[in-house]
């Protein structure tokens, strides 16, 4: 019976899929149609605003550009594509690790704010207080105590979701039906069973929608952070095209961030189809 339930299924989801990708194409099509159009009748000038086929046409001057090593010399069309690819490589790096911290940490605060209401009393007034402070203010005190380097931009990420991510955490909890405790309490739970198997599957799929909606925020930080020189990346090449007017390399850089932020939201979806499967 699993089987044919599943064989009626797989149908169905390559006919979401297939839909979805004709319409991202057509989107981003008449997007740069329009773009496009506005070049041919001179209407955006093409040394602010140049596009797609011209920032894309020289990929291997603007690669160059990435790293200090291969910014003189001749080096080979292998090692600008590694270098694109390593400095794609350290911002991914830096945002997932930022994301993946700040998630299982505002989950295990929540809800032991909620599990213990002496720990509540104790922490969340500093979780208020602290959350409208913006994750740039934090800047000075990351590189005062990780210096340059990885750390101070995980942290800044890590900060930035942090205290949105255990708001949304205690108001998924305190939103959740009274019913759905009695009932696991009638048939014998306890409280700590109660919050793992009933609290934690429920809130789940709202905390991942959180996360996938902070994911832009995390790549914001990032950039900001990299761009201030606590480390390379992207962020630093958007500041090297600023400092220079090099706007080609502005807006392949852009092209770049936008296409990861993508498809790491695509998989963020997908983790959250396979792994809250009760919730789809």
């Known amino acids: 019976m699993s089987s044919m339930s599943n064989a009626y299924k797989v149908p169905g989801r390559l006919a979401k899929f297939a839909s979805a990708a004709i319409w991202w194409i057509a989107s981003v099509s008449l997007f740069i149609s329009i773009w496009e159009l506005c070049w041919y009748m001179k209407w955006a000038n093409p040394m602010l605003f140049p596009p797609p086929h011209l920032f894309l046409q020289d990929l291997y001057f603007v690669g160059k550009l990435f790293d200090k090593s291969t910014r003189l010399g001749n080096p080979t069309a292998g090692l600008i594509v590694w270098t694109i690819a390593k400095t794609i490589g350290a ?8 994301l993946c911290l700040a998630f299982v940490g505002s989950l295990l605060i929540g809800i032991a ?47 930035a979701l942090f205290f949105i991510m255990t708001l949304a955490t205690l108001s998924l909890i305190d939103s959740l039906p009274i019913a759905y405790a009695q009932v696991a ?52 090449v958007v500041m090297i095209a600023r400092n220079t007017f090099d706007s080609q390399l502005a807006f392949f850089t852009m092209f770049l961030i936008g296409a990861v932020g993508f498809v790491m939201d695509m998989g963020l979806r997908e983790i959250q189809r396979r792994v809250l499967y009760w919730a789809t």
């Open 91 to 98: 911002s991914t790096l830096r945002v997932l690790i930022g």
């Open 113 to 159: 704010i909620r599990f213990s209401p002496l720990f509540g009393r104790l922490v969340l007034p500093v979780i208020n207080l602290l959350a409208p402070v913006s994750p740039i203010a934090w800047l000075p005190v990351a590189m005062l105590i990780f210096g340059l380097g990885n750390a101070p931009a995980i942290f800044l990420v890590y900060i």
């Open 185 to 236: 309490r009638i048939m014998g739970g306890t409280r700590l069973q109660i919050f793992v198997q009933v609290v934690l599957p429920a809130i789940l799929p709202g905390l991942f929608v959180v996360l996938r909606l902070n994911l832009f925020a995390a790549w914001m930080i990032v950039l900001i952070a990299e761009a201030v020189g606590v480390g390379g990346g992207l962020g630093l």
